[in-house]
T-cell receptor, first 113, second 116 residues
Framework: DAKTTQPTSMDCAEGRAANLPCNHS???????VYWYRQIHSQGPQYIIH???NNETNEMASLIITEDRKSSTLILPHATLRDTAVYYC??????????????FGTGTQLKVEL | NAGVTQTPKFQVLKTGQSMTLQCAQD?????MYWYRQDPGMGLRLIYYSASEGTTDKGEVPNGYNVSRLNKREFSLRLESAAPSQTSVYFC???????????????FGAGSRLTVL
């Protein structure tokens, strides 16, 4: 799997957009970018994933650079409830069978008033 | 729809005691996973089950055993608990049937284990 690099921590003002970067310079052509988050003491929660096109859902937007070597997760209007650790994971799609997702230490996002 | 249910939520053990963490999912998922998370660290995979009847070791399997009881249930057993196994344990599941969605995991709320 491609290795990912994320900043250890970031701060964001409530109501502003939170832009969380992820570097995955060794990503392969068949690997997707996944984002999860973990709010304190809870189980991780899936946010979004994409291959090469930008993606948007009700939680966030995912912007992947044209060379696919980096991506940015965007929370358009961050709230205090978005304070969490955000994990960027790169993984190929399955053709069948189980999978082993590797979670690193992620980015601690702190949303403040 | 409960998703992934873990029991117990909290447990305190003495060194050498045994216990089993239970996990059940009601989403008809094929694959199930056990992770542990220590303070300030990311999640580490202990064991996983790609499908009913199969189990495989993850990154940190030593000191644990697992059983995929049926499609719904995947248990994690500590035969002789050690203080180093003090951690928060998360169970997760996914369709596992292929495609990019197979990497979308649903996690339980966690089981907090303290070994004295």
């Amino acid at each position: 799997d491609a290795k990912t690099t994320q900043p250890t921590s970031m701060d964001c003002a409530e109501g502003r957009a939170a832009n969380l970067p992820c570097n995955h310079s060794t990503i392969s052509g068949n690997e997707y970018v996944y984002w999860y988050r973990q709010i304190h003491s809870q189980g991780p929660q899936y946010i979004i994933h994409g291959l090469k096109n930008n993606e948007t859902n009700e939680m966030a937007s995912l912007i992947i650079t044209e060379d696919r070597k980096s991506s940015t997760l965007i929370l358009p209007h961050a709230t205090l409830r978005d304070t969490a650790v955000y994990y960027c994971i790169v993984r190929a799609r399955l053709t069948g069978g189980g999978n082993k997702l590797t979670f690193g230490t992620g980015t601690q996002l702190k949303v403040e008033l | 729809n409960a998703g992934v249910t873990q029991t117990p939520k909290f447990q305190v053990l003495k060194t050498g005691q045994s216990m089993t963490l239970q996990c059940a999912q009601d989403m008809n998922h094929n694959s199930m996973y056990w992770y542990r998370q220590d303070p300030g660290m990311g999640l580490r995979l202990i064991y996983y089950s790609a499908s009913e009847g199969t189990t495989d070791k993850g990154e940190v399997p030593n000191g644990y055993n697992v059983s995929r009881l049926n499609k719904r249930e995947f248990s994690l057993r500590l035969e002789s608990a050690a203080p180093s196994q003090t951690s928060v344990y998360f169970c997760a599941s996914t369709t596992g049937t292929g495609g990019s969605g197979a990497n979308v995991l649903t996690f339980g709320a966690g089981s907090r284990l303290t070994v004295l």
